[in-house]
């Protein structure tokens, strides 16, 4: 618990609804929105010894949708899980350079990343809406007309943005990870969409209801 | 495929493509229930358009007109330079067999007969021999890597299986235009994506124009554009300036 | 108000007759079927009950009192396609009621108290019919007994085995409209009737599991072939070596004993017919499957295969027709030669039993009528998708016609066969005619089977087509937005 309190995070997005529209950024997007860079570490340490780079490069292959992490980041990571224990330093190496320090997972890492993994996530006790937020301003200001044109055409965003993420998800070319972004892209903002359908037909019909 | 090239290749689903398939001003009741009240829209030659709307809305009833299975109580229906909703059965009856293939959420296998029959009926029916009939059947269910299921029957097989034979089915006579209404409606996410995918491959291989009809939107993204249906009417907000009529 | 196990009687009743229109239609015919078994049964009963002061008729028929086991027996024949059609009205509009049945057991209704619903519907609408066809025979009674003036020979018995016939005039009956049966064989055979059609309904449903989900009909895999086809050689060729079978048997040549036989291989065979009819069918898809360009013959023949049942159930009365049909000709053509060509008794009795014959077969083909329109109904989702991909509705009435007529042809051949067959066994190739006592060979009714058995099938054809009429409604297009 203390890991995560010290934690730098990635993927940092204000409005969670808008993180699936940002296509740079759905795979550190958990529930909350955040991801700790120490389990990161600790689950690209899983499978082995590794040294910083090696970290910094198998992260970006892995998550090609997230922001790429920067090395010093990942440095400041390690020296501060080593003083924790959940890291060791295995050997120092030198290749026409800087020292190159190789780390591996102490039994408590492992530890703190299954406990991790296996976490069950506080769901968002509610959601930040955008859209909702303007079409209840919409009709604040008494017109219907434009709430339901908007939802309209964002839903016609909504839905070429869909298509954009099909197509990755149907090319063969592309790897699981991507396809599982698209996936779990594809869902969140079919979730808009249906929130948009009933508000539709909500606005449409039943527009007197507003007090 | 990087998300770039996706949006390259969404410009490239909007150029502008011949008319092949067009309604104009479709009008169908059932009984004194109306089902479209004036539909114009119109659909490119290799085009994928999904035609969405919540369930009631009439884009079924669209389908079966587009399709030359309903005749329009109002309006009319075009294909190429045909006008088939002024043709009669028998002739919308060849123009299905021939042109179009049909692909529905249940119920379209026959299944009395295994999978590599019921593949090769429309060829039968227009007239080709058994042996040849037979080895362009199988041929479509290897293409889909389900030759191993030829001799299956339909109730043998999952609703995945059997849809992809339907896909079959409606490819073998190598068709137009393919009309699928509600085609996974009946499957769970994977099945129903493994169907798309397949659909929306052969059909951009061939070139062939499909008309997908779905209240699922996750369904709709598989198209190159939508058309929006809404109490029996074009949506056209929704729908986008690139249906709107013009006349 | 007691708390019993299952619904009580007027609940039965309540779900019992509600329904669509398909349900009404099953509820009319089943109705007019057994109000035509209560009229044959009755009139059958009014046979038995003539008295020697009773009389005298038009037709020798009902004059000869020796001659009346016969027509109570080919009316109480009558009544055997009859019952099989009212089982097979039970199947009619099956999927409207699968659904209600299954609706029931979702609420709660348990298996047994479906099958009682079911039950109770049929035997309802037979007891309206029964009670119907009672009104008519009363009311038929009263209403032709119109007795006139005419002289007409009767056979009067001298002594043993001497007739001598005596002309008597005065009023003469055409039917037997002045005597009644016993009132309580009157009222058993009321209540015997609905009685039996809702046991029939029952044994119609024991293949048929009666889920929440919907009604699942089990049909045994592979349709029986071996014991049918022991049955069907035994018996007929027992009969074709009759005479062998009875000395090899040491049996006495006493003219019921014989007879008994005689039934009996005859019985052998029909069995054999009936059990075989889905083999056969089974066999002629397995035969043709493979092999056919034709669509609507690979679909026939695919479906004969994978539903043999629907064929020989379909076809059972039909093939009893048939089979009885040819043992009647054969039979003619035999006492034609042994009796007195001058007397048209025998001429006229026979025409008569030809007309029971007809309505007979009449009646198995409404039976098959019913299994056509049943199956088009079902298959309804199938049939309005390969309608809506362009298949042409010919191709699939051919279809419906192929499935029902393939079968029966060959069934049809053999039970003319086995009859023939049969009367040439017992009573013999040969005879001495009545005229110039020599022995002379019995000419096979080549003429009569031919009409017989083309006559059966194509009133069967003509009856399929008939079914085709669902076909339209069946391919509408609102069938496919409806899971099965």
Not at chain 1, 1 to 25: I, K
Not at chain 3, 272 to 289: D, F, Q, V
Request: net charge neutral; aromatic share 4%.
């Amino acid at each position: 618990m203390g890991v995560e309190a010290q934690g730098t995070y990635v993927g940092l997005r204000t409005c969670p609804t808008l993180v699936g529209l940002r296509l740079t950024d759905t795979s550190h997007t958990v529930n909350s929105g955040l991801v700790s860079t120490s389990h990161l570490v600790l689950g690209l340490l899983a499978r082995g010894e590794r040294h910083g780079y090696d970290l910094k490069r198998e992260h970006d292959l892995r998550f090609p949708s997230a922001r790429p992490l920067a090395y010093g980041q990942i440095y400041a990571t390690l020296e501060r899980m080593q003083r924790q224990g959940l890291v060791d330093a295995v050997s120092r190496e030198r290749v026409d350079g800087p020292d190159r320090t190789t780390f591996r997972m102490t039994r408590q890492g492992r530890k703190e990343l299954t406990t991790w993994l296996a976490e069950v996530e506080t769901p968002a006790p509610f959601v930040t809406n955008l859209f909702a937020t303007k079409v209840t301003l919409a009709l604040l200001t008494g017109d219907e007309g434009a709430a339901a044109d908007y939802l309209r055409r964002q839903r016609q965003a909504h839905l070429a943005r869909m298509r954009d993420y099909t197509r990755v998800k149907t090319d063969p070319e592309s790897s699981l990870s991507q396809v599982l972004a698209a996936d779990y892209a594809l869902s969140h903002l079919d979730a808009d969409l249906r929130w948009m359908e009933t508000a539709l037909d909500r606005v449409t019909g039943l527009t007197e209801e507003m007090p | 495929m990087t998300v770039a090239a996706a949006l390259r290749a969404d410009s490239d689903a909007e150029m502008n493509r011949s008319p092949l398939l067009s309604a104009r001003s479709v009008v169908v009741s059932y009984g004194r229930t109306p089902a479209l009240r004036g539909v114009t829209m119109s659909v490119g030659g290799g085009e994928i358009v999904a035609v969405t709307g919540a369930s009631g809305s009439g884009k079924s009833t669209l389908l079966l007109c587009l399709a030359g299975i309903l005749r329009p109580d109002v309006g009319e229906v075009r294909f190429g330079d045909r006008v088939i909703s002024a043709e009669s059965e028998a002739a919308r009856s060849r123009l299905r067999r021939r042109e179009f293939g049909v692909l529905f959420q249940f119920g379209q296998l026959v299944p009395e007969l295994s999978a590599v029959e019921n593949v090769a009926l429309p060829l039968l029916l227009s007239g080709v021999r058994r042996r040849p009939a037979t080895t362009a059947a199988l041929e479509w269910l290897d293409r889909f890597g389900i030759a191993d299921l030829a001799d299956s029957r339909p109730p043998q097989m999952s609703g995945g299986q059997g849809q992809r034979v339907a896909v079959a089915r409606a490819m073998v006579t190598e068709p137009v235009v393919v009309f699928a209404d509600e085609p996974t409606g009946a499957l769970d996410t994977l099945a129903g994506e493994q169907v798309l995918a397949q659909l929306v491959r052969v059909t951009r291989e061939a070139g062939t124009t499909v008309i997908l009809v779905t209240h699922d939107t996750r369904v709709a993204a598989y198209a190159d554009r939508e058309v929006v249906i809404r109490d029996g009417m074009l949506d056209e907000v929704a729908t986008g300036s690139s249906d709107r009529p013009t006349s | 108000m007691t708390a019993s196990p299952g619904p009580r009687g007027a609940t039965l009743l309540r779900l019992a007759i509600t329904g669509g229109s398909a349900d009404r239609m099953r509820i009319l015919l089943t109705a007019m079927g057994a109000a035509a078994g209560t009229l044959a049964l009755l009139a059958a009963a009014a046979v038995v009950s003539i008295g020697p002061s009773d009389g005298p008729y038009s037709s020798d028929v009902l004059n000869e009192r020796g001659l009346h086991q016969g027509v109570v027996i080919a009316l109480i024949l009558l009544c055997l396609p009859l019952l099989v059609f009212v089982g097979q009205c039970s199947r009619i509009g099956a999927p409207a009621r699968d659904r209600r049945l299954a609706a029931f057991r979702m609420a709660g209704a348990t298996p047994a108290d479906a099958v009682k619903i079911a039950a109770t519907e049929t035997g309802l609408a037979a007891a309206l019919g029964s009670l119907l066809g009672a009104g008519m025979y009363l009311s038929g009674r009263v209403l032709l007994d119109r007795p006139h003036v005419d002289t007409v020979t009767v056979m009067r018995k001298v002594r043993e085995n001497l007739f001598v016939g005596e002309p008597v005039t005065g009023p003469v009956w055409n039917l037997p409209t002045d005597v009644i049966a016993p009132w309580w064989v009157i009222a058993s055979v009321v209540i015997a009737i609905p009685i039996a059609a809702g046991v029939l309904s029952v044994v119609a449903l024991r293949r048929v599991a009666l889920t929440p989900q919907g009604v699942i009909r089990r049909q045994p895999l592979r349709p029986p072939a071996v014991l049918p086809a022991i049955l069907f050689a035994a018996g007929a060729g027992g009969l074709a070596a009759f005479e062998a079978v009875v000395q090899a048997f040491g049996l006495d040549g006493s003219v019921k004993a014989l007879a008994a036989i005689a039934l009996l291989l005859l019985l052998l065979c029909g069995a054999g017919l009936l059990l075989g009819g889905a083999a056969i069918a089974a066999g002629i898809g397995a035969l043709l499957a493979p092999r056919v360009n034709n669509p609507a013959l690979l679909i026939a023949s695919r479906r004969m295969i994978a539903a043999p049942y629907t064929a020989s159930r379909a076809s059972t009365a039909v093939l009893l027709a048939v089979l009885i049909g040819a043992v009647v000709q054969g039979v003619r053509e035999n006492f034609l030669l042994i009796t007195d060509p001058n007397e048209s008794f025998y001429a006229d009795t026979f025409s008569l039993v030809d007309a029971v014959l007809a309505l007979a077969i009449a009646l198995a083909a409404a039976s098959l009528l019913v299994t056509a329109a049943e199956s088009v109904v079902e298959r309804r989702q199938t049939l309005a998708a390969l309608a809506a991909a362009g298949t042409p509705r010919g191709v699939l009435a051919r279809t419906i016609l192929a499935e029902t007529l393939f079968p029966l042809v060959p069934t049809c051949v053999l039970a003319a066969a086995a009859g023939s067959v049969a009367v040439r066994g017992v009573l013999g190739a040969e005879v001495s005619a009545f005229d110039s006592g020599a022995t002379v060979p019995v000419p096979v009714p080549w003429t009569e089977l031919a009409i017989l058995t083309g006559g059966t099938l194509a009133v069967t054809a003509a009856v399929t087509a008939l079914a085709l009429l669902f076909l339209r409604r069946s391919t509408d297009i609102t069938e496919l937005r409806t899971a099965a």
